[in-house]
């Protein structure tokens, strides 16, 4: 008997729509940034893309701006941004896509789920008794908010004192660079969560350290 769900309100899906929408803007620039990279043939085709990035940058920055006061629009939203955005290495785009990917954190029962319903969850391949391959994230989950904790976890490996201690644990236990990046990406899906779940701002003395 699973726990009903509450549904989306229309800040939340008009927050999603948005979201999404600015994902796939990003790619388009970042298609059009390759074929400048490649060297077109024609002049014609170089200025055309490089009109092409111009008016893609105005509108990344346009729809970013929407995002931002779309996400305030809500008391209750603005509120939980604020507490997103104490985590060092989460700013307001990120948290923006956590809120528009995750409508009620408190249909997870912990942050675990979360980090499965997310995808964050390292997969084991074993095949008989004598091949065991490295474990890699699972495939399965929500792509959208898997992917909004990529490049934070790249800053907060640089910027959060807690993570960069839990990167150097890591590190010191022989894992590699991609398995410490997905291991940061979970780590801060679950402070995401706990911030919010606690009602209180992000404090590394507070939020359990231990991975």
Same mark, same amino acid.
């Given at each position: 008997?699973?726990?009903?769900?509450?549904?989306?309100?229309?800040?939340? @899906?008009?927050? +999603?729509?948005?979201?999404?929408?600015?994902?796939?803007?990003?790619?388009?620039?970042?298609? $059009?940034?390759?074929?400048?990279?490649?060297?077109?043939?024609?002049?014609?085709?170089?200025?055309?893309?490089?009109?092409?990035?111009?008016?893609?940058?105005?509108?990344?920055?346009?729809?970013?701006?929407?995002?931002?006061?779309?996400?305030? +629009?809500?008391?209750? +939203?603005?509120?939980?941004? @604020?507490?997103?955005?104490?985590?060092?290495?989460?700013?307001?785009?990120?948290?923006?896509?956590?809120?528009?990917? $995750?409508?009620?954190?408190?249909?997870?029962? +912990?942050?675990?789920?979360?980090?499965?319903?997310?995808?964050? $969850?390292?997969?084991?391949?074993?095949?008989?008794?004598?091949?065991?391959?490295?474990?890699?994230?699972?495939?399965?989950?929500?792509?959208?908010?898997?992917?909004? !904790?990529?490049?934070?976890?790249?800053?907060?490996?640089?910027?959060?004192?807690?993570?960069?201690? !839990? $990167?150097?644990?890591?590190?010191?236990?022989?894992?590699?660079?991609?398995?410490?990046?997905?291991?940061?990406?979970?780590?801060?899906?679950?402070?995401?969560?706990?911030?919010?779940?606690?009602?209180?701002? !992000?404090?590394?003395?507070?939020?359990?350290?231990?991975?």
């Amino acid at each position: 008997h699973p726990a009903p769900t509450t549904p989306p309100t229309p800040q939340q @899906e008009q927050l +999603q729509e948005l979201t999404r929408h600015l994902d796939s803007l990003k790619r388009e620039q970042t298609r $059009v940034r390759n074929r400048l990279a490649a060297g077109p043939v024609t002049d014609w085709v170089e200025r055309d893309l490089h009109e092409q990035l111009a008016s893609l940058r105005r509108r990344i920055g346009d729809l970013e701006r929407a995002i931002e006061t779309a996400s305030h +629009q809500d008391p209750d +939203q603005a509120h939980q941004m @604020e507490l997103l955005t104490s985590i060092p290495g989460l700013g307001p785009l990120t948290a923006a896509r956590f809120l528009a990917e $995750v409508p009620d954190f408190r249909r997870f029962a +912990q942050a675990g789920d979360l980090a499965a319903y997310a995808g964050l $969850v390292p997969k084991q391949h074993d095949s008989g008794t004598s091949v065991h391959k490295k474990p890699t994230l699972s495939k399965a989950g929500n792509a959208h908010l898997r992917n909004a !904790f990529y490049m934070p976890a790249l800053s907060a490996m640089r910027c959060n004192p807690l993570i960069r201690r !839990f $990167v150097d644990r890591l590190a010191q236990r022989g894992k590699a660079k991609m398995t410490i990046v997905a291991a940061v990406m979970h780590k801060l899906l679950q402070l995401a969560y706990g911030v919010l779940k606690s009602n209180r701002p !992000f404090d590394p003395n507070y939020v359990p350290t231990t991975p």
